[in-house]
């Protein structure tokens, strides 16, 4: 337990600091300390959530193990620009944020995403909050993914823990190829795809290319009209080959040394919007790695600003790692083959 970030804050600090993330924060030499502190305690709020959510995906792993499920599983704490996002469009309130901490697990088929979704609901050991079925009923965007949310229940030490929401996504390869893509090509081209911002015709793309995917997934609807529409589309915007070229374009630096031996299980990733460059920062314990996103994004960092997209990740192995984030990578093979 020690390894793990504590909360160390108040809720109510924790809900002034949310509504002034809501707001405009200017950076000035006498605003600086107050701006600090309102960084901190939120990022010590997300923080605490690392342990509930070790906990979720190892309750998921045992899931998948006990339904003979293949597939990856990986965990991440919320980036402070996406929670800042969040907090201007829909809450405002921190401490009511659903997905701070977020379990994903990535299977092969819909069958096996309907047989871990029923694992999970009768099986787990946490409260299920609320379920958002986005494969039957996929947002206006296309996306599509089976979201639970869960709240962590403790026992002894683990009791301060109590309560943490943890968001846990389920969806099929082909389904996480395309929101990877959809957050990819919006790094690339420096446009929110994923917010629903950016050139129309480009998400109007991803939004046919989804119902073609649950189309080959077993849903029905009008192949015939989609395609020539998704050929008109790929020729206006030359799709294919910008899908080739990012791929291409983005140089991944590999800033630690691959030892398979290695006991690292949370990697820091930087991806740099103005030379497309990925890092990797590995740390072997939730500590080192929180510590080190916290200062990531810190007011008044360069690695804060807006070229900069930074997100830590827990993950068993690093082989798993471009896997489950090909979008920090540029990897959108998957999704220009299909």
Same mark, same amino acid.
């Given at each position: =337990? @020690?390894?793990?970030?504590?909360?160390?804050?108040?809720?109510?600090?924790?809900?002034?600091?949310?509504? *002034?993330? *809501?707001?405009?924060?200017?950076?000035?030499?006498?605003? %600086?300390?107050?701006?600090?502190?309102?960084?901190?305690?939120?990022?010590?709020?997300?923080?605490?959530?690392?342990?509930?959510? /070790?906990?979720?995906?190892?309750?998921?792993? &045992?899931?998948?193990?006990?339904?003979?499920?293949?597939?990856?599983?990986? %965990?991440?704490?919320?980036?402070?620009?996406?929670? /800042?996002?969040?907090?201007?469009?829909?809450?405002?309130?921190?401490?009511?944020?659903?997905?701070?901490?977020?379990?994903?697990?990535?299977?092969?088929?819909?069958?096996?995403?309907?047989?871990?979704?029923?694992? =999970?609901?009768?099986?787990? @050991?946490?409260?299920?909050?609320?379920?958002?079925?986005?494969?039957?009923?996929?947002?206006?965007?296309?996306?599509?993914?089976?979201?639970?949310?869960?709240?962590?229940?403790?026992?002894?030490?683990?009791?301060?823990?109590? &309560?943490? /929401?943890?968001?846990?996504?389920?969806?099929?390869?082909?389904?996480?190829?395309? %929101?990877?893509?959809?957050?990819? #090509? &919006?790094?690339? /081209?420096?446009?929110?795809?994923?917010?629903?911002?950016?050139?129309?015709?480009?998400? !109007?793309?991803?939004?046919?290319?989804?119902?073609?995917? *649950?189309? @080959?997934?077993?849903?029905? &609807?009008?192949?015939?009209?989609?395609?020539?529409?998704?050929?008109?589309?790929?020729?206006?915007?030359? %799709?294919?080959?910008?899908?080739?070229?990012?791929?291409?374009?983005?140089?991944?630096?590999?800033?630690?040394?691959?030892?398979?031996?290695?006991?690292?299980?949370?990697?820091?990733?930087?991806?740099?919007?103005?030379?497309?460059?990925?890092?990797?920062?590995?740390?072997?314990?939730?500590?080192?790695?929180? !510590? *080190?996103?916290?200062?990531?994004?810190?007011?008044?960092?360069?690695?804060?600003?807006?070229?900069?997209?930074?997100?830590? #990740?827990?993950?068993?192995?690093?082989?798993?790692?471009?896997?489950?984030?090909?979008?920090?990578?540029?990897?959108?093979?998957?999704?220009?083959?299909?």
């Amino acid at each position: =337990m @020690a390894e793990f970030p504590r909360f160390e804050y108040s809720g109510t600090q924790v809900r002034r600091a949310g509504e *002034a993330l *809501a707001g405009e924060l200017v950076w000035t030499d006498e605003a %600086a300390e107050s701006i600090r502190e309102i960084f901190k305690i939120a990022n010590n709020w997300r923080d605490s959530h690392a342990y509930p959510m /070790r906990k979720l995906r190892f309750e998921l792993l &045992g899931q998948m193990k006990s339904q003979k499920l293949k597939g990856i599983t990986v %965990a991440r704490l919320k980036r402070m620009a996406s929670i /800042r996002r969040k907090l201007r469009n829909h809450t405002g309130k921190l401490h009511l944020i659903q997905d701070l901490a977020g379990c994903r697990a990535i299977v092969p088929a819909i069958g096996d995403v309907n047989a871990l979704i029923g694992a =999970m609901r009768q099986n787990s @050991a946490h409260e299920l909050f609320k379920e958002y079925d986005y494969i039957n009923e996929p947002k206006p965007d296309g996306y599509r993914s089976h979201h639970m949310v869960f709240k962590f229940l403790g026992q002894g030490d683990d009791e301060v823990y109590n &309560g943490r /929401r943890i968001e846990l996504q389920i969806r099929t390869r082909l389904q996480h190829s395309w %929101a990877t893509a959809v957050e990819a #090509v &919006g790094l690339f /081209r420096r446009e929110d795809m994923k917010a629903g911002q950016g050139d129309p015709d480009w998400l !109007r793309l991803f939004q046919l290319m989804s119902h073609e995917f *649950a189309f @080959a997934e077993g849903w029905s &609807g009008d192949q015939s009209r989609r395609i020539r529409e998704i050929r008109e589309l790929d020729k206006r915007l030359m %799709a294919a080959n910008t899908l080739e070229n990012l791929s291409q374009a983005v140089r991944f630096t590999e800033s630690y040394v691959s030892d398979p031996h290695s006991k690292s299980e949370y990697y820091l990733i930087r991806y740099n919007n103005a030379d497309n460059t990925v890092s990797i920062e590995p740390h072997t314990g939730a500590i080192g790695g929180v !510590r *080190a996103y916290d200062r990531a994004a810190a007011p008044g960092n360069e690695s804060g600003s807006n070229n900069i997209n930074t997100v830590l #990740v827990e993950v068993d192995k690093i082989e798993n790692l471009k896997e489950a984030y090909p979008n920090y990578f540029g990897e959108v093979q998957l999704f220009k083959k299909n």
